[in-house]
Structures are given as C-alpha cells and as structure tokens.
C-alpha cells in the first residue's frame, strides 16, 4: 500500500519536498498545505518586481517554460494536492494526523500523514515599536507586500522611504526603490551595512550607495514610527533624529516559524529552529523538516544555526523527500555561510566567515589578505574587484573570503565557497588552474592573486596592515612614515590626503635621502592596489628598514573620505 | 655578493620571474633577452585587437595604471635590465654564461649568470604545404601577426577568409574576422572544433558559429594554399574542395621552443617540451624553465604534457623565481586542463577530462551527466547553460566538466575547476553552498542541478542516454518508443521530428493506452531540459516498463538538425 506524505508549507523547501517525493514514489498520496495564498513563491525575486525589472507579478510562481505553479498546476502535472490559504494548526504525533482551516472560508480538517515535512518558513521581524501598525510601515515578505510596494511606487504617491535594517533584503529594496526615483535613508543599528562583510569593506559598499544618491546611517536604531491619520509620515531615531518619510520598510530579520513543531513537543534548538538531524529528521522519526524553520550545521564553525536562504532550502528539501521515502539515506551536512547581493552596479559576496566573525568565534590565530585588481585585463574593459581572505595561520585553512567591487564577484565568491567546502589551505590556491582568457579575467585570476598575497605573509615574504588599522594610527596620533609610490600624475587625480609622501615607485632607489634615516622607524607603504607598493616594500626591507608594512589593496581599498 | 640572474624569454613566464625574483632578491642582477620586439605582451589579446575590442597596441604591453612594458619601464621601475630583438643562441652551462646576438645589428655578446631560467615559449606551427609562403598566409602568434590582420581588416581589403583550426585562437579568431564583415570558414581537419569538448558539445558550438553567418567544415584537412601574384587567393582541402579566399590564418597549434635547451643538454620529454621537476628546475640545478616551453604534470591523468597557456605560464615563472633565488622551496604541481573561449555571444569552457579523453586514457568505467537550465531565474533575463559531467564509477570522483551557452559559463567552469582540483566526489557536490541571488543564479545552481543528475544515476534513481547516443540508435535502424513530454505549444514552436509521440506530462497518468502495451519495449523520453522528462521517467518506472531512458540535456542539448 502506498504511503501519505504531508507537507506543511509551500514556499520554498516544501514543494521541493514534494515535487522529489513524487519523482521517488509515483504512486503515493502527497498533499501540501500552504498558509499562504501561492505557492513556490520566489521571494528572493520580490525586490527586483519592485524595482521594476520585470511587473508581471505571476513570473514569481512560473515555471522555466510559463507555467504558473498554482494547486491546478501541481494536481495535473506533478499528481501533487495542493491546498492553500490553509493553515495546519496541530500535529497530533499518536494519531498521525495533522488538523487544518482553511483561512478564507474557516472549514476545518483533518489530515492523516505516514510521513510529515514541516517546511513553514520564517517571519519577517517587526519590532514592537509605536506605530507599527501605522498605513505604509511594512516588510517585504509577502507577495502582497510586493505588489503594495511597487503600486506605491509606480502611483507616484512616494517621495521619500526609511529601510529599516541594512541587510540583504534592506540593501535590496534600497536599489528598488532608488532607482523608482524615492529618496532613500537605509538605518541600521549595527556600525554597518551587510553584516556578513567585515567593517571595511562593507563601508566601500555604504559609499556606492550614497553615490546612488541614497542615504546610509549606521549605528543607530529606530525608536519611533511617526503617524498621522493613520498613515506614517516619519521614523524616529534612537538619537533623536526624525527622519520624514511617506514608507518605512522593515528588513531586520526573520524569526524561523517552529510554533507548530514545538506545539507537538517536537525538539526546538537554541536559536528557536526545528531540531534535525543531518538527514533533515525531526525528534520523531516520521517528521522531517526543512528550510528557515530549522537549524542546520555551519560547516565552518560546526554550529546549529538557522540558514533562512532559498537555494539551502531547495537542497534540505531535496534530501528530506529521498529519506522520507527510503528511509534515511542521504544527508544535508550543512552549509558555509555564503551571501551575495547586487547593489546598483556593485556586487557584495561572502563565504564562510568574517575576520570579525572568526574573532568572535575565537580563532586567535587568524592571518589576512586583502587585494584589489581589475576583474579582466585593462583593454577588455576592466572592472575592479576587492577580496578579502581570512585564514587560520596555524592550518593555513581559509575560513572564509569577501569579495566586493563592480567586477564580476559572483565566480570569484564561488571559487572561495568551493575552497572552504574542500577544506583547502592557502598553498592549495597559489597554483589553481581557472578559466582564463581575456573576457574573464587576468592571466592570473584576482582570487588567485589574492591567495599569493597571503602565501606571502605566510612565508613571512610581505607584512601587511590593512587600510582600518592605518586609519586607527593616524586617528590615535600615531605618525608612520607614509610613502605613496604613485606617479605624479595619479597623485593629482586621486589621493588619499593623510600626510603621506609621494616618492614614485621608479624614483624610488634614487632617493634614499627622502627616506627617514632611523631605520626602525615605521613605514606604510602603498600605490592604487599595493602591487608596486609591495615591490617597494621589497626594496626597503633590503635597505636595512626594520618597520615596514603594505597598506593592503592599496589606495582602492580606502573606504574614508579622500583628499581627492 | 649578490647573484646574477638571466632569463631567456620576455614575454609571459619570464617577466614574471623576473619580476617576482626581484622582489625576493632586491640587490641581485637581472637580465631578461627577448628575442621579439615586444615584452610583456598580452598575446591572448590579440584577437580581441583585431576585432576592434580595442585599437591601440599598446595597450597589450600596458600595466593596469597605462605605464608601457618597455625596456625602459623595466629598468626604471623594477630595475631589471631587458634586451630586446636579441637572441640567445647558446648556453654553455659549464661556464654558466649565455651567448647572445642583436637581431638588427648583429651583435654578439656573452652574459654570465649564476641561475638562468628558460622561458623560451612556442611557436605556432605552420604545416609544411604548397604555398604556405604566399602573401596573406599567416599565424595570429606575434604583435606583427596582429597588425596585419587589423590592417587588412580595416582597409577593407579583406571579403573571405579562411581559418585553418578550428581551437581556441581559430575560433577566436573567427569571431574577430566576422565582426568585422568578413566571410569566414573555419576548416578542422578534426570531426569537431574545441577539441578539449565532447563532440555533441562541440555541435553547439559549430551551430552557434554558423548562426553568426561563418561556414564550418570539420572532418576535413587542408592540401595547398593556392595563390596567384605571390598573394593567397584559395584553400584546397583534402576533399578535392577549393575554398576562394584572400587571407588564410593558421591556427593548428604550437610547438615547444626547446631547442635551446636541448642543443644545451637538458633532459627534453616526450612530448617535445623541457623537462622540469615540480621546482620548475631543469635536470641542470642552475637552470629553471616555464611556460609553454616545458612539460608539466596533468593532475588529473598524471602525465607529462606541454600546456601553453598564459595563466599557467604565470604561475610556472613565480614558482621558479621563488626557487632560484631561495632554493628550492616552492612547488607547481601542475594542472588539470581548463580552458574557456568566448564565441559571439556564447562561451564554451572545460576542465579536467572530456568522455573522450576520459575514453581514450583508458578509464572504462566512467559515468557522465548532461543537465541544460537557464543560469538564473526567468525574470531576471535567464540564458541556458548546458553543462556535461564526468565521473569515475568506482570512486565517484569527478574527473571533467564542461559548459556551453550564452548564460555564465566562466563562473560554472571555475567552480568544476575547483572541485577537481580538491578531487570532489558527485557525493560532495550536490548541498554546495554557492552564492545564490536572483541576479547571479536559479535557488539551485546549474552547476549543482547537473551534479544531482550524476548523483540520481549513481543511486540507480536515473537512467539517461545521450542526444547522440538517441542519435546513432535512430540512424541504425532502431526505433525506440520516443516521448516528449512538453506540452502541444512548446510542440509547435520546436520540436525535434525523430518519430517521437507527444503525450504532455500532465496528460501522461490518464493516457497509459498511447504507451506501448510491451513492458519492456525501449522508452526514451524528454522534455526541453528533461526535468519533466525525467518526471516521466519516474512514472514510466513505476508501471512496470523495464526499458526506459532519459534523454539528458532535452531537446536544448540536441545538436542535430531539428525538423522545427
């Protein structure tokens, strides 16, 4: 006899679950049940509907060929009993029955199940703030949070928005919105925005999005929505300031949706997702769970943790379906932690962990680079790219890379995400065989150069300090010797303006006397990238100076004001 | 007392030795000898010159900021002293100096070193035919070479044009001759152009050329350059054909340039290039040598072969610096075989094995994968990639990938690399955490869907045949039961007309009487990527028919002519 199999959620892992379900038992009874409206929603597309790159709201539930993912599709194509705007309200693990209401006309159900998914997402935060509830205070999680953000964009109605939170879908329906013509303030509590970024980089992402036109304050929260007739007209900040605004956007998070699962008494972990196990099984052995209501292991850091991103929840899904079936077979290790974000014409990626992560987490012994190139050689249209590795110095593992610029960071994040998965250390990088021709990228690809440089610092060849911690000397009233080796010429279009002197790179050996004459004293040595300014680290380390460092990535990878 | 250094060679390999051992040796002398004109040329450019990417040339010896690679810059900027136009015509390793001779005034010299490396490069082959000294036949290896092209190109001189190869610099050159209005044929003598491509990839490819208006012929050699006044004016292929044309370019390969080396007495390999250890040291411990000059390990296969690549080239002379100033300390151990060329608006890429070479190299138990999907979702402008995966049976490791399509090739190629490299398994590679955005890739990446179509045929979950396998059975008389799957207006538009029978996947449960009433009569099935192919196929499974297969890839991987 063929078994019922039960999914409760039909975003993201659930009709994944299904749709593999189906593939390995043709002949079961499969039911899903959404709470929602639609089904296979793809809310990562939402930001781009809003922002106007396509305004068919039904590509967000179509097929590859057309094909609108609604109850009527999955019954014909895929023999699959879809219901929607349902919400299973308990699970009732002695009867194996799940009870239902529909939502829209109050009928309850009952609903047996041989194996049940549980796959119901996450909620968008909403800080129990006064005014909350106010007309045009809203988050972007919902289909109709979609459509009632792109009408009030396309009515003309908005003149001015707030985006609460400086995250992904904060950043996101930044550039929506911005490029709708709305004057946009992006708030958010942390120093920074994208936190996956470390400090640094991420404000070489705040000053793309200010030179969009945008606004961008960190490090304060919001305190306040400010209403009138019902209908918000501005966001007050935890220091006072009042900023006027027809729309406020929430993106501060989610908070995975367990209630139902621990309603059963099913196991909850420490940062309230579903417990399960590697082949995505609950404490009860015919209850599975996927997607942003569980926690899952961080590859990395060996931590639970909820992952809410689509693509993990396709693949938890995709394993949960084949266990569910066959019994447990297959496993979902984890994940590495990766995140990319288009912002403008800028791009923003991460993979496994932070410098500021890995710190958190107490890795003591943690060793960087950081390296700025062009993305392709200069006559195929260079574009730069920044990379920044964080690597265990005493494995010489790396534990994670960021990558941000206009170039293409999208392979290069990959790249690191393959490196982190295969555990690769830095001197398995230096040498990698990458496609190379000139559309795609230098002759030595910039992850790859990136790795050299901190094969460099592992061999002990380059001492480095980032462009941060030469900020914090000049801020503490520290006075290195800062030597730019730039030619003149760049040095009257960009400089940084912090004191330093310009000797070019080529004048170098011929000015000695220009040099300090304790050779103890400290150097900071750089050019646009610090690839001449490592070769002339090179040659004052052969003079006899004992203190010299490379500002690396070079005057590219300042993220302050600059004096030009 | 510091060290002389001498490195024969100045364009790849050998200014990155130099470079890279001045940075390691900032006192030490460094002279490099160029035979050519030119240093530091970018000669992967050069097609992307001809075509009118660019149109100054010196920008192929520009540094990222626009400083000119000249002997000047070298010795200014990095105080190494380059001879240009001059050859080295001996080595006398038992008195460790190098003879030399200025190409334009004769004159001879002497240098000692005390390390040398030899990065000597390669030359283009040119077969020994009638008339291959006719004016307008020529290579695409030197600046020279490329001059003339854009000459003849801009000065409109140039109606049709005969390409002889049809590899990466053929195909590229191709494209940079189309572009410019010229009528081009492409002759391979191989069955297939990009031999580093299975052939039914390598259709595509072909197809999508001659979708640009350029003629392809493969299979067949070429006999004589015709001419007429000293100047080109015909091809004559092996066939007896003669194509009209007034410039012919040869692009069948290259040949090492080790006879510098072997009139010295190093060990030369079978392949024709210097032998070196994974130093990068010849078999005379002062002497090093890099680039297309030499012999390095396959990683994959192990063996011993000439890989004349610029990013290899690279990477080789860094290694070697590192050694001959230090001693032996770092190691290239070599590399797996990835290439990549853009053609139009399509890209063709590959790394590690191809089925073919997987074939010809002797593994019998290898299992492969073809997926074709769009590279992002449909509302963020989705383009198809096709990809093909090939594994070991036994270890289940991966041992090639390639990919075509006008989506992002580069990114999937790089991320093949790397699991190659890391010697990942189909098991390792199906819950990657890659970086997922709406603007970069679909929830699950091609590159992962492609390995959960390896991994369903692992597990027996899957049964799949070739678009050409399908091809040879329909060509042999056999007439197996073909499905499609898709629904009647995707029929309409395009469709394959093999004999196949048209039963939608959404009809197929209720329309069990059109399916063959013998059980284990042989199915084939697909769709227009097989995802509802392979749906089907699960059904099929289901009712008890013992023979069915899916045609991987769909009707996109199809390279033959389709009747619609």
Redesign the interface.
Known sequence: MSKTYVIVGGS?AGPKTA?KI???A??AEIIMIQKGKFLSM?S??FP??VGG??DDPN??I?T????QRNPQFFS????IKALTSTEVTAIDREKKVVHMRNLETGEEGVQHYDRLMIATGATAIMPNLPGKDLEGVTTLQSMEDAIYLKERLTSGSLKKAVIVGGG?IGI?TCEALQLGGVQITVVEMLDQVLSFLDWEMAKHVENHIRSKGSEVITGCGVTEFLGKDGKVIGVKLADGRVLDCDLAVVAIGVRPNSGLAKAAGLEIGSCGGIKVNTFMQTSDRDIYAGGDCVEVTN?VTHQKMTWP???????EG??AAQNMVLGNN?E??G????????VFDYVA?S?GLSEKQAKRLGYCNIMTAVQA??DR????G?RPVIIKLVADRTTCRLLGMQAIGTG?V??R???G???I??K?RVF?L????????????P???NF?IAA?VLQNKCLG?MEGISSLDVKAKLDAGEVPFLLDV??PE?FMQMRLGIGEVLIP??KL?FSRDKLPKDKDKEIIVFC??SL?G??AY??L???GYTNVRVMEGGILSWPFPREK
Chains 1, 2 share one sequence.
């Open positions: 993201a749709a189906r593939r390995m043709p002949e793809a990562c597309g781009y509907f790159v396509f590509q967000l179509a590859p060929t057309g094909a014909d194509v895929k023999n992904l996101e590859l991103m689509g693509d993990a929840a396709n693949l995709r394993v297959v979902y290790d994940f590495i932690g990766t995140g990319i974000c288009k990626g993979t190139a062009p050689p200069g006559f195929m260079a293409d999208s392979k994040i990959a790249i995400a393959m490196a998965h295969a690769m398995d230096v040498n990698l065989d990458l496609p190379y021709a000139p559309p795609f990228s002759a030595i690809d790859i050299h060849r730039r030619s760049e790179q080529e050996r646009k990238i001449r490592y070769e090179c040659f380390k052969s003079w």
